[in-house]
């Protein structure tokens, strides 16, 4: 196993993950599949479900992957999910009535969700320190490549059996079943990777875990790189577990009702403490307002946005579509190379305005023009245009800094639980937004804009006046803005240090890093307890 191994799971994992959006938002305005589906897709709340279902699916997923991750292993999660996915993608290739359509897109779902939760897990499990950063910024990157590229495939097959009535049902069938091709690939892969040293750890296989180790590392288990990383993972493990005793002592017998018990109320002490509660509003709402921005009402039925915005013809809609993709890829590309420089706040606030500011124009524009836009075509494009400036400021801003501030608040003790519930709040206002927006253009028409820029425009203050710059910030400092009085992070701190002194671990922190082969001078210990 190399890092560039890793590097294949996170592209490929997020290109399945990501790819669903923009295939079937082209399938949507084919017509081919208009007049399959006619029933689901002239009324605007079936069409609403037609595409939101499959969020509703990923939530269920999202829901399910911790406990399963955690009884089958990582990788087994892994390949489970890529087989629900591929079952749910056969059915909705195959599909003749709506019906098939539905409950294909929700057992998919099941298996994005899934993904979406497990696969992030396994690369940081088992990814050397050093390049766990990299994998972050690979992520996003894959995950607008992966709509780029679906969104390309649409406008290809678009043309199969011509553009109009005699269009072959195979233009929208074709880029649903090549959503399988990925998955296959994840799928066969990762029963080549394997286990996660940190699943091992966790089911007292210390031995396994240490051999992964080695072999990830290219050095023999005894020396002193994989002895810090092995140590690293025992000591996180036994953190939370002597965490969860000490809190929970009366819950550690082991049992099935136990265990739920003791999860159930893990999560429930996130709403009773106020400091953690005030972590969970953050990392909620953050997820509210980023899919609030509209940003999947637009990857979702961007061909049908751009007509009404004056485009005519499919083509030309799914054109203007495909360069939604492009662009959103490319803004990608400085998120992730200067975000720890400026800061999540900055870009989390310009971005906001910046589409907030696209959405009323375009909304200004439409209402003065979308009774004549043949008239007014120039308008029509430039409205296009702002869709496109909306896409390239959620591609530097709220696509990849969002996921970056959620992880970054939470004391080590619930991480899990807290990113599980900011999750949790992504996929269903996900969900939400999928289902309304047919609904909000057939009645609102350019009203909508104003609606998604409202809340864009909401979002930016609700950054700006209540969310702290977490950039550089160490776990004093992170209590501090956070108004944590009883200073969790720090007490965590403590606790994993007197674990670490009484390992071993410790020792090893009074080598220098450029005296450990394979570890740079310029890192620091500290980001491993902190990724």
Known sequence: MTDIDTYRISNVSQAIINVHKGVFSGVLSMQSFDS????????AGTKGWLVAILELGAWFGVLCTGTLADKLSRKYTIVLAVVIFCIGVVVQAAAFQPSSIYGGRFITGMGVGSLSMVVPLYNAELAPPEVRGSLVALQQLAITFGIMISFWIDYGTNYIGGTGSTQSEAAWRIPIALQIAPALVLGFGILFMPFSPRWLVNKGRDDEALQVLSTARHLPPDSDLVQIEFLEIKAQYLFEKETSALKYPHYQDGSFSSDV????NAYLSLFTTRALFYRVAIGSLTMFFQQWTGVNAILYYAPSIFTSLGLTGNTTSLLATGVVGIVMWLATFPAVLWVDQLGRKPVLVSGAFIMAACHFIIA???????????????????????????????????????????????????????LSIAASSNWMNNFIVGQVTPTMQAHLTFGTFIFFGVFSFLGGIFVLFFVPETKGLTLEEMDEVLGDREGLSVVDQQHQNEIADRIGLSVFSQVKPSEIPGKSSQEDYKEDSAA
Do not use: Q
């Open 261 to 264: 018990k003791l999860a159930v």
């Open 36 to 43: 399959r589906m006619a029933s689901a897709v002239n009324n």
């Open 364 to 418: 200004i524009l439409s209402g003065l023009y979308n009774k004549d836009w043949p008239s007014h075509t120039s308008a029509g494009w430039a409205a296009c245009a702002l869709v496109w400036i909306f896409s390239m400021a959620f591609g530097y801003s709220w696509g990849p800094c969002s996921w970056i501030l959620v992880a970054e608040i939470w004391p080590l003790s619930v991480r899990g639980k807290g």
